[in-house]
């Protein structure tokens, strides 16, 4: 657990970092997340001393901070930046291996951890000796991620940690890491500016605004449902209502219609035949969804070039948002629901939908009340 | 060949005025001076580098000391120094002093601005995972200035060779013995011998220095390629610094 009473940070007079109180418990990853200059990034640095409070305590597990050693206490914590600040000098299996070093293991152990970590955040063992200039953005940030973890803390400060790829890399990494802490369950402090990252990762958020204060902590989906006042409502955004949608898994006795599909290759006439309103699923060999085709338009055999792909799909593990998204995505107006391994599970109308959300909103509206 | 007359005299190649004696009286004032300037210059420099204070004092000390007049400081520090002490230390501390002004400079700035110029995020990685100061600056910072703090020492090496041929000015030995004593004679031969030897003397040394500078900074830094090839075309195709 990582504590905050009542700390203030004052530059020149001017609060950053004002009165803030704040619990990140044990296990759990905690996101800071505010407008630049909210004093979020100030926050964090205050955990190990990299800025030092003007007044009030942090502790970590009950004990005060200001009363360890500055170098020790860094070392209890793993830390994490946005370009990842690797040694450029230094292979990346001896970047990974710095921690585990400074918490004195010894040099064939600690590599031997490295290249283990190097695995577990995905990276293949084969960068190992390379430098970091050779490595993509996304990758140094893996390999920040495993430095970090080479000493195996139980807390960790990550500072705007997956900001500085590209948003189809920045994606990858948090499922990824999502899925890391799953395993690892450090206690985690992150800070970003992103509120769908935050939404996204946090177990708890913790929304500043400029000025240095706390507005609001709760969880993701109480912030998208209740949020505190209008600076947090106007930040989490404006389609907070669908979004909300994201934590409600899909009911497992969901009722899907079975959908008859068609491969590539079939005649208009069998496609004609399989079709509902004029629309056909066109499946692979393997029964997973490929696309849409509308036989209207068919001049001959279902060839790719006929597919509609702007359909999503919506696996029967993810979330009512990802099933609305589906329905309002098809052309068919019915929304395909895959299993897990990606084969066609069913479909449902968008008019069915309605029934289906009608009971969140209510829960979301009596939480409300 | 007038110009080579005096390098191809075998008589020229022994004795206490021979090739021999003066190149090795040529290394020692050039080793000696950036010994002592780098003891005093790259101290300083990481410090600056590293704290980031006293910032104006490089930039100023750069600047004056470029504009120092060689000839002129070695005669005026002889005439100060000539009472205070006996023997040949009269001449050779007041060329000392002067190579090792000239010596200074490159090597401070090359120092700080290496360790000022470490990437900002990996010392920031290395402050926030529990590095000590003293760790941030051997492990990281020096590492990473290497590159900036050799240039910085060929360019006053290079500075220093050249000029150390003033000291016989001030009837001290070193190369510069060719060409002052080439020149009261009217032997140009003589002259030119001392001309190509200490061009020579530079190149060798900045080549060793450019060896040693392969052979230390991390090729993380240098960005060369891992395979041998890359190596054997870099040697073809020399330095960018």
Same mark, same amino acid.
């Given at each position: 657990?990582?504590?905050?009473?009542?700390?203030?940070?004052?530059?020149?007079?001017?609060?950053?970092?004002?009165?803030?109180?704040?619990?990140?418990?044990?296990?759990? #990853?905690?996101?800071?997340?505010?407008?630049?200059?909210?004093?979020?990034?100030?926050?964090?640095?205050?955990?190990?001393?990299?800025?030092?409070?003007?007044?009030?305590?942090?502790?970590?597990?009950?004990?005060?901070?200001?009363?360890?050693?500055?170098?020790?206490?860094?070392?209890?914590?793993?830390?994490?930046?946005?370009?990842?600040?690797?040694?450029?000098? %230094?292979?990346?299996?001896?970047?990974?291996?710095?921690?585990?070093?400074?918490?004195?293991?010894? %040099?064939?152990?600690?590599?031997?951890?490295?290249?283990?970590? #190097?695995?577990?955040?995905?990276?293949?063992?084969?960068?190992?000796?390379?430098?970091?200039?050779?490595?993509?953005?996304?990758?140094?940030?893996?390999?920040?991620?495993?430095?970090?973890?080479?000493?195996?803390?139980?807390?960790?400060?990550?500072?705007?940690?997956?900001?500085?790829?590209?948003?189809?890399?920045?994606?990858?990494?948090?499922?990824?890491?999502?899925?890391?802490?799953?395993?690892?369950?450090?206690?985690?402090?992150?800070?970003?500016?992103?509120?769908?990252?935050?939404?996204?990762?946090?177990?708890?958020?913790?929304?500043?605004?400029?000025?240095?204060?706390?507005?609001?902590?709760?969880?993701?989906?109480?912030?998208?449902?209740?949020?505190?006042?209008?600076?947090?409502?106007?930040?989490?955004? %404006?389609? %907070?209502?669908?979004?909300?949608?994201?934590?409600?898994?899909?009911?497992?006795?969901?009722?899907?219609?079975?959908?008859?599909?068609?491969?590539?290759?079939?005649?208009?006439?069998?496609?004609?035949?399989?079709?509902?309103?004029?629309?056909?699923?066109?499946?692979?060999?393997?029964?997973?969804?490929?696309?849409?085709?509308?036989?209207?338009?068919?001049?001959?055999?279902?060839?790719?070039?006929?597919?509609?792909?702007?359909?999503?799909?919506?696996?029967?593990?993810?979330?009512?948002?990802? #099933?609305?998204?589906?329905?309002?995505?098809?052309?068919?107006?019915?929304?395909?629901?895959?299993?897990?391994?990606?084969?066609?599970?069913?479909?449902?109308?968008?008019?069915?939908?309605?029934?289906?959300?009608?009971?969140?909103?209510?829960?979301?509206?009596?939480?409300?009340? | 060949?007038?110009?080579?007359?005096?390098?191809?005299?075998?008589?020229?190649?022994?004795?206490?005025?021979?090739?021999?004696?003066?190149?090795?009286?040529?290394?020692?004032?050039?080793?000696?001076?950036?010994?002592?300037?780098?003891?005093?210059?790259?101290?300083?420099?990481?410090?600056?580098?590293?704290?980031?204070?006293?910032?104006?004092?490089?930039?100023?000390?750069?600047?004056?000391?470029?504009?120092?007049?060689?000839?002129?400081?070695?005669?005026?520090?002889?005439?100060?120094?000539?009472?205070?002490?006996?023997?040949?230390?009269?001449?050779?501390?007041?060329?000392?002093?002067?190579?090792?002004?000239?010596?200074? *400079?490159?090597?401070?700035?090359?120092?700080?601005?290496?360790?000022?110029?470490?990437?900002?995020?990996?010392?920031?990685?290395?402050?926030?995972?529990?590095?000590? *100061?003293?760790?941030?600056?051997?492990?990281?910072?020096?590492?990473?200035?290497?590159?900036?703090?050799?240039?910085?020492?060929?360019?006053?090496?290079?500075?220093?060779?050249?000029?150390?041929?003033?000291?016989?000015?001030?009837?001290?030995?070193?190369?510069?013995?060719?060409?002052?004593?080439?020149?009261?004679?009217?032997?140009?031969?003589?002259?030119?011998?001392?001309?190509?030897?200490?061009?020579?003397?530079?190149?060798?040394?900045?080549?060793?220095?450019?060896?040693?500078?392969?052979?230390?900074?991390?090729?993380?830094?240098?960005?060369?390629?891992?395979?041998?090839?890359?190596?054997?075309?870099?040697?073809?195709? *020399?330095?960018?610094?």
């Amino acid at each position: 657990m990582i504590e905050f009473q009542g700390v203030t940070k004052l530059y020149d007079g001017a609060p950053a970092v004002r009165n803030l109180d704040l619990v990140a418990p044990t296990g759990k #990853l905690t996101v800071l997340v505010g407008p630049s200059g909210c004093g979020k990034t100030t926050s964090l640095r205050m955990v190990n001393r990299l800025v030092t409070p003007s007044s009030g305590t942090i502790t970590l597990d009950g004990e005060p901070t200001d009363r360890m050693n500055v170098a020790q206490l860094r070392r209890r914590i793993g830390y994490v930046i946005q370009h990842a600040g690797l040694f450029p000098h %230094r292979t990346v299996a001896q970047n990974v291996a710095t921690t585990a070093r400074l918490a004195g293991i010894d %040099r064939k152990t600690a590599r031997r951890k490295s290249l283990d970590l #190097l695995e577990q955040v995905g990276l293949s063992a084969s960068l190992a000796e390379r430098y970091p200039w050779q490595l993509s953005g996304g990758q140094q940030q893996r390999v920040g991620v495993a430095r970090a973890l080479a000493s195996d803390p139980k807390f960790m400060l990550m500072d705007e940690p997956f900001s500085a790829v590209d948003p189809i890399v920045r994606g990858q990494l948090q499922d990824e890491f999502l899925r890391l802490q799953r395993e690892i369950g450090k206690t985690i402090i992150m800070v970003t500016h992103d509120i769908d990252e935050a939404l996204k990762l946090g177990d708890q958020v913790a929304v500043m605004r400029e000025g240095g204060e706390l507005a609001q902590v709760a969880t993701p989906r109480e912030l998208l449902v209740r949020p505190a006042d209008g600076f947090v409502a106007d930040f989490v955004g %404006r389609d %907070r209502g669908y979004r909300h949608l994201g934590f409600a898994p899909i009911d497992n006795g969901l009722k899907l219609a079975s959908e008859p599909v068609v491969q590539l290759g079939a005649s208009p006439a069998e496609a004609a035949e399989a079709a509902i309103d004029g629309w056909v699923l066109v499946c692979d060999a393997a029964h997973r969804p490929l696309g849409w085709t509308d036989i209207a338009r068919l001049r001959g055999p279902v060839r790719e070039d006929d597919l509609n792909l702007s359909s999503t799909l919506a696996p029967m593990d993810g979330s009512m948002r990802e #099933l609305l998204d589906a329905a309002l995505s098809s052309p068919s107006g019915r929304g395909v629901v895959t299993n897990t391994d990606g084969t066609l599970r069913g479909t449902i109308a968008l008019g069915d939908l309605g029934g289906i959300l009608a009971p969140l909103h209510r829960t979301g509206a009596e939480r409300h009340s | 060949m007038i110009l080579f007359e005096w390098l191809l005299d075998p008589a020229n190649w022994s004795g206490p005025y021979g090739a021999p004696t003066l190149i090795w009286q040529h290394v020692v004032y050039t080793l000696a001076a950036l010994l002592l300037a780098s003891a005093i210059a790259v101290p300083i420099g990481l410090y600056v580098g590293h704290t980031r204070r006293g910032e104006f004092v490089i930039a100023g000390a750069a600047n004056v000391l470029r504009a120092l007049p060689s000839l002129g400081l070695i005669v005026l520090l002889v005439i100060l120094f000539a009472p205070v002490f006996a023997s040949d230390l009269a001449f050779i501390v007041p060329s000392l002093v002067v190579l090792i002004l000239l010596a200074v *400079p490159p090597i401070m700035t090359g120092t700080y601005s290496g360790v000022a110029n470490a990437n900002r995020a990996a010392v920031d990685a290395a402050r926030g995972m529990g590095f000590t *100061p003293l760790q941030v600056l051997l492990r990281v910072e020096i590492p990473c200035a290497l590159p900036l703090i050799f240039s910085g020492l060929r360019g006053a090496t290079l500075q220093v060779i050249s000029t150390a041929t003033i000291a016989a000015y001030v009837s001290l030995g070193g190369l510069g013995r060719l060409i002052i004593d080439g020149r009261a004679q009217n032997d140009y031969s003589q002259m030119a011998a001392g001309a190509i030897l200490v061009a020579l003397l530079a190149l060798v040394v900045d080549l060793l220095i450019e060896f040693v500078a392969f052979a230390t900074v991390s090729r993380g830094l240098t960005r060369r390629g891992t395979n041998r090839f890359s190596t054997v075309r870099r040697l073809l195709k *020399p330095n960018r610094s």
